[in-house]
């Protein structure tokens, strides 16, 4: 067998060459499509790392919110229910008042176990059910007492879902209105309206009593209840309106 050309040589060694870049680069893409899958399949678990620790956490704050609650809302009942009871059992301090007084603050500690729950439930995430369950209390509270009430809801409810924490701070600030009504206002009226305009939630509630106080801000009521709108980007207003004329509006 005669030598190969130079020429020849050439040629064979550069194909050669070219082969075994392109394997190289084989390799080359091999090797960066795992290090691509290896990133991913890591960044997929750190993001589901960080959704499990999200609910984590968000398990946490509610549990702490429902802690809150219960010592908030039913704490100073109890101890009133408490003391009550001590003081129907001594003959010398029996009487009818304390008698109706424990009978009205079991009342109350009721209600406040019921909206505990009804804003703790998940089943109850909804806009339809907040607007009943305001629907339902008013009707509760004032029913039996000699007033007119008057009630405008929308026919047709949206199927907007409202979580537990902003479904609870929208009724207690109404819940707060209607008690503060029932003390203060001396009326003999009350109208309730609720409108929905994307994205907006808006309730009125207005009355005919002694109007607003020259200054309304000096309490921790008002206060409160403002605190639980603008902690979900909602406002307050109150205005002196043929009585008292209280409109909030929160984006849900």
């Known amino acids: 067998m005669s030598a190969l050309d130079p020429a020849v040589k050439k040629v064979i060694l550069v194909v050669l060459l070219v082969a075994l870049c392109f ?3 084989i390799i080359l893409l091999v090797v960066i499509y795992k290090k691509r899958q290896r990133d991913m399949l890591m960044q997929a678990r750190l993001k589901e790392a960080e959704a499990n620790l999200k609910t984590l956490q968000a398990v946490h704050d509610e549990k ?7 010592h908030d809302d039913m704490g100073s009942t109890i101890s009133s229910i408490y003391l009550l009871s001590k ?6 301090t029996a009487s ?3 008698l109706q007084e424990l009978e009205e603050q079991s009342n109350e500690l009721r209600q406040k176990m019921k909206d505990i729950i009804w804003a703790t439930s998940t089943d109850q995430d909804d806009l339809e059910n907040l607007i009943h369950y305001i629907r339902d209390y008013v009707h509760k509270q ?3 007492l000699p ?3 008057n009630m405008h809801l929308p026919e047709q409810i949206q199927p907007i879902a409202v979580k537990g924490e902003l479904r609870k701070d929208i009724f207690m600030v109404v819940k707060e209105a209607i008690n503060n009504m029932m003390k203060h206002a001396d009326a003999s009226s009350m109208t309730i309206t609720v409108n929905y305009q994307t994205p907006l939630l808006h309730i009125h509630i207005q009355d005919n009593g002694i109007g607003l106080p020259l200054h309304p801000d000096k309490g921790n009521g008002l206060k409160l209840m403002r605190r639980r709108l603008e902690r979900h ?7 002196n309106q043929n009585g008292l004329l209280l409109a909030m509006q929160i984006p849900i």
């Open 233 to 239: 980007g909602g406002q307050l207003y109150l205005e």
């Open 87 to 92: 003081l129907l059992r001594n003959p010398q």
């Open 64 to 70: 702490e919110r429902i802690s809150a609650d219960i």
């Open 142 to 144: 004032l029913g039996n």
């Open 147 to 149: 007033i007119n009430i």
């Open 23 to 25: 394997v190289l680069f």
């Open 96 to 98: 009818a008042q304390y």
